[in-house]
């Protein structure tokens, strides 16, 4: 998401390396990154890791942000504070907004204790409070991803309001209300709605800049706004096969395996081939299948296709560089960069 008003300096990692390439990269030192969220509850195991990432963010006045929504993990930073001395931690309290994949629902008998336990904590403070709603993947209109864009924020808020009520005194700051999936930084964009927020609000860019078919099926974006594809060449042809199939040679390992409302693993883009799809695939190559009521080119032997992924982010952590084209030069067929990602942990 490229922001058309004012600017941040925010971002969230899912890795540790991720952590680390930003500060290798330059970007801590430079002032382009200055708050960074690691963006899964801790693992105790990591807090070593960690440490070191937040000790070489805070050299530059920069600062490490954690995922809490377990009092364990509040009591493994408090021990690690007595045994290895280090303190200032900085965290979002997780909240389920409806996925259930991680965080406390606001009703939670849990959530109190857990708010309370961090205020007191000389090991961590409270910065705010952190909703993704991946249900809203299912969305199919704006209507529906709008409804799941309220309910992250009225879950985050709900929370937020809690947290007011506990604390012995205000916050020095307003808590950060951190909201936003793809579909629902979509709809936030799309259809702005005006809400009574206790804090201040952050919404996460999701998938935003590269999309895919699932984010196609919701309808909040079209073809023409997806970047990331797949260069795969046709290895086999086989004609007789029923309807005609063919053989590429990206699999699952570079696809991925997730599904999504849209048949297949991938969508052939290349213009006069969009009547093929990865219908199946195994490891190291995939299976071309028609689309069904779409006409085109037959597949030949030694071509090279570009193919549309369901789920980008799995697709593209399969590869160690992106070639980076730009539309509006060479027809959208020159290479003008090369991107590395900060792979692994």
């Known amino acids: 998401m490229k922001s058309t008003e004012g600017t941040t300096h925010a971002v969230i990692v899912s890795t540790v ?3 680390w390439g930003l500060i290798n990269g330059g970007l801590i030192a430079d002032g382009t990154v200055k708050d960074v969220l690691y963006g899964l509850p801790i693992a105790l195991t990591k807090l070593d890791d960690l440490s070191a990432v937040k000790t070489e963010l805070e050299k530059h006045g920069a600062v490490l942000r954690l995922m809490i929504d377990h009092e364990a993990q509040v009591k493994g930073l408090e021990e690690y504070m007595g045994t290895k001395g280090v303190k200032g931690w900085n965290g979002f309290i997780k909240v389920d907004a409806g996925n259930h994949r991680a965080g406390l629902v606001p009703s939670a008998p849990s959530l109190p204790s857990l708010i309370k336990t961090i205020i007191a904590s000389p090991a961590l403070d409270l910065y705010g409070f952190y909703c993704h709603a ?9 209507e529906a991803a709008s409804a799941k864009l309220k309910e992250e924020l009225d879950a985050a ?17 307003p808590y950060a209300i951190s909201v936003g999936s793809t579909p629902t930084a979509h709809a936030a964009s799309l259809n702005p ?15 935003y800049p590269f999309l895919d078919l699932q ?8 073809n023409e706004r997806i970047a990331a594809t797949v ?8 004609p007789d096969r029923d309807g005609g199939e063919g053989m590429c040679d990206a699999g699952a390992l570079a696809m991925s395996k997730d599904r999504g409302p849209i048949p297949g ?15 199946r695939i195994s490891q190291e190559h995939g299976v071309f299948t028609r689309v069904e009521g779409k006409t085109g080119k037959e597949l030949v032997v030694g071509s090279m296709l570009q193919v549309v992924g369901q789920h980008s982010c799995l697709t593209s952590a399969c590869f160690p560089w992106y070639y980076i084209v730009d539309s509006s030069e060479g027809d959208g067929k020159t290479v003008v960069d090369v991107w590395v990602p900060w792979r692994a942990w």
């Open 17 to 19: 390396a991720e952590a």
């Open 134 to 142: 991946g249900h809203s993947y299912s969305s199919t209109s704006l």
């Open 157 to 173: 808020n709900e929370a937020c309001t809690l947290a007011l009520s506990l604390s012995p005194t205000p916050p020095p700051v």
């Open 193 to 207: 709605q005006s809400f009574d927020l206790k804090g201040k609000l952050e919404i996460h860019a999701g998938n």
């Open 215 to 222: 984010q196609l099926a919701t309808t909040l974006v079209g």
């Open 231 to 238: 260069l795969t060449t046709v290895i086999s042809s086989y």
């Open 265 to 279: 693993f991938g969508d052939v883009v290349t213009p006069g081939w969009e009547n093929w799809r990865l219908g």
